[in-house]
């Protein structure tokens, strides 16, 4: 068993920045590959960002190439989302995962609670 807990989440201006952490306990974080994903009211869920085990390798949505990053911290048991230029649109809770295997976005077998996160225009 994994198991995970997001925190930093918070109300933010549109062109703002948070960073997300994601802490995970149990099993050996390091052998998992980790993924972000978000809800927004009344849509469904989706993939964020994705990273491999030794974070040699990311994955990215579109909607959020060039303005997220996905980090981790095999040492804290740590994975981080750094979320910049903000917008409205990006409002959702999100929530961390983990998984065996690689970047492919299904499988996640662990989830976290979500934290909320609330662009204002």
């Known amino acids: 068993q994994v198991q995970l807990v997001e925190s930093g989440g918070g109300l933010v201006q549109a062109g703002g920045s948070l960073r997300l952490s994601c802490a995970a306990s149990?099993?050996?974080?390091?052998?998992?590959?980790m993924g972000w994903f978000r809800q927004a009211p009344g849509k469904e869920r989706e993939f964020v960002t994705a990273?491999?085990?030794?974070?040699?390798?990311?994955s990215y949505a579109d909607s959020v190439k060039g303005r997220f990053t996905i980090s981790r911290d095999n040492a804290k048991n740590t994975v981080y989302l750094q979320m910049n230029s903000l917008k409205p649109e990006d409002t959702a809770v999100y929530y961390c995962?983990?998984?065996?295997?690689?970047?492919?976005?299904?499988?996640?077998?662990?989830w976290g609670q979500g934290t909320q996160v609330t662009v204002s225009s």
């Open positions: 990273i491999t085990w030794s974070g040699g390798s990311t």
């Open positions: 995962a983990a998984k065996s295997g690689g970047l492919d976005r299904g499988h996640y077998a662990y």
């Open positions: 149990g099993r050996t974080f390091s052998a998992y590959a």
